[in-house]
């Protein structure tokens, strides 16, 4: 069964916390993403990776920043967490071909307090 | 810049009939369109990729429709039950083709 796996299901940090949160394919795909979801604005996408060391900007980028090291691993960093980054965060990955599905996380519902 | 949009926050049905969810697109003219279902608190499940020159994909309960001249894509659930309540997204490649945005989704709910 073909996984993709975040690391938390619940984060609850502070205030202008340096906050990690991790992601782990196992279907060998290029493509790996990171979307925030919020009620009413959907799901929106932050930041991707096509390749290792590679990535690209999405919609909404400021705030954070990504690691991609590893083929399988893709990492979002909150620099300095606030309040409005308190989100559902929702990692996926797909193949290089682009006519294929993602495959999504369970997602991590991270609090900002 | 490119925009997806799903006419309905919310649909509430019977069980039994026919559901039908609506995604319009603008500003683009992608070569597939894809669908998604999210149960609360997890993540989006693929459900079926419809390609431009198709004008229509069935798997099981389940069809979709892809109108490129209205830039429209019409799914339906048919003989809807209530397990099949959930959010459903649609979603097409940005215009660079690397990566998948969405729709604000669908709820449906299915009573019984």
């Known amino acids: 069964d073909v996984k993709v796996t975040q690391s938390s299901r619940y984060l609850v940090k502070r205030t202008g916390e340096k906050v990690f949160l991790e992601c782990v394919q196992d279907?060998?795909?290029?493509?790996m993403f990171w979307y925030r979801q919020d009620p009413g604005l959907g799901l929106r996408l932050i930041y991707f990776?096509?390749?290792?060391?590679?990535?690209e900007k999405g919609d909404i980028p400021e705030g954070y920043s990504v690691s991609r090291e590893k083929k399988e691993r893709f990492s979002l960093i909150l620099e300095s967490a606030s309040t409005n980054q308190t989100s559902m965060y929702l990692c996926?990955?797909?193949?290089?071909?682009?006519?294929?599905?993602?495959?999504f996380g369970q997602g991590t519902r991270l609090t900002v307090v | 810049s490119q925009k997806i949009e799903q006419n309905s926050e919310a649909l509430n049905i019977q069980e039994g009939k026919t559901a039908t969810l609506t995604c319009n697109y603008t500003n683009y003219s992608p070569a597939y369109l894809q669908w998604y279902r999210q149960d609360p608190g997890r993540g989006p499940v693929f459900l079926l990729l419809?390609?431009?020159?198709?004008k229509e994909k069935r798997k099981e309960r389940l069809k979709v429709t892809f109108d490129t001249t209205l830039k429209q894509s019409l799914f339906h659930i048919t003989a809807s039950q209530p397990a099949d309540s959930a959010t459903y997204l649609c979603?097409?490649?940005?215009?660079?083709?690397?990566?998948?945005?969405f729709g604000k989704g669908t709820t449906l709910s299915v009573s019984s």
């Open positions: 419809i390609r431009e020159n198709e």
């Open positions: 996926a990955s797909r193949g290089l071909q682009g006519d294929t599905e993602a495959f």
């Open positions: 979603a097409l490649d940005n215009q660079a083709g690397t990566a998948l945005i």
């Open positions: 990776s096509y390749d290792v060391k590679m990535k």
């Open positions: 279907m060998d795909h290029e493509n």
